[in-house]
């Protein structure tokens, strides 16, 4: 039959025994002596032998107790050295974070707060993977992730960061070829370059707020915003454009000017997702913070 038996118990035994009695080793651990005597005799039982002799006058270990002590003494110290060493990089401000981002987003502005951070916190490395895709941020062993839209896994904490607005933009040559929508039905009549997950086209109006939708029959179809945004600088069509790509409010100084300015896309929201809300290593927890924090002290463009 397999000994089944508790290391809390063996480490309480290593104590009586460094002690040199129950009593001493109570008032070392904090523990009430009649525990201590429970859980020796609940130790003893499990490995089927008598590990000390003790009376009110006599302590010593038996053959039994001095082969545990002597095999388990070095063990239970290096087990203590491997808690230590966890317990440190779970607390100092250093490792290594997995971080996953949108690519367009991070070349724009969210790189800028990466910088900063590993700045402040020179002990903290980032794995960054820019992506657009939802990839299974479990099996991919990700700390934290940064996604456009709204939540998708429930499983995850989703801190809400920042949202920006879309708008229609195009190049003056080819409005000057095309001519300009003067309401969203147009837009079936003209050149449209969607991104995905983008390419599902809601507009509200800033003044009556009638919503229109529609799935663009798109000229160019891409998974990166930056494609289609320079497709629409280079006069090919028009784009829903997100406010961090355009410096002023029509996107003039990007080479862009705004398309049906009175019709806004509806606004989309940036979440940061990480696995737990209370068990986490403290360099995650004050990368979130520092996220949050930075966000909320920059003007960027809504």
């Known amino acids: 039959m397999k000994s089944r038996f508790s290391l809390d118990d063996l480490q309480l035994f290593q104590q009586v025994v460094q002690h040199s009695g129950i009593s001493a080793a109570a008032q070392a651990t904090g523990i009430p002596p009649a525990t201590l005597s429970r859980r020796l005799k609940q130790l003893e039982q499990a490995l089927g032998g008598r590990l000390l002799e003790r009376n009110a006058h006599y302590f010593a270990l038996t053959e039994l107790g001095e082969h545990y002590y002597q095999r388990c003494t070095p063990l239970l110290s290096e087990l203590q050295d491997i808690r ?34 590993m700045a402040a916190y020179p002990g903290i490395e980032l794995d960054l993977t820019l992506s657009n895709q939802y990839e299974n941020l479990t099996e991919q062993h990700i700390d934290a992730a940064f996604r456009i839209g709204e939540p998708r896994d429930s499983s995850w ?115 940061l997702y990480y696995r737990d809300r209370d068990v986490m290593p403290t360099r995650l927890k004050t990368f979130i913070d520092f996220v949050l924090a930075w966000v909320a002290d920059k003007d960027l463009p809504a």
């Open 157 to 271: 904490v989703a801190r809400p960061v920042w949202a920006t607005r879309v708008a229609l933009c195009a190049a003056p040559g080819y409005l000057a070829r095309a001519g300009t929508p003067a309401h969203p039905r147009d837009l079936h009549d003209h050149a449209l370059l969607a991104s995905y997950p983008m390419d599902d086209w809601r507009l509200a109006h800033n003044d009556s707020g009638e919503v229109y939708r529609l799935s663009p029959q798109a000229r160019l179809r891409v998974n990166d915003i930056g494609v289609a945004v320079a497709a629409a600088r280079a006069g090919l069509g028009i784009a829903l454009v997100p406010g961090y790509f355009f410096l002023g409010a029509d996107g003039a100084s990007q080479g862009l000017e705004a398309v049906l300015p009175q019709w806004q896309g509806i606004r989309r929201p940036l979440y």
């Open 84 to 117: 230590q060493q966890l317990d440190a990089q779970h607390t100092r401000l250093c490792g290594r974070l997995r971080i996953t981002a949108p690519v367009s987003m991070t070349q724009n502005w969210l790189g800028a707060c990466f910088n900063d951070f």
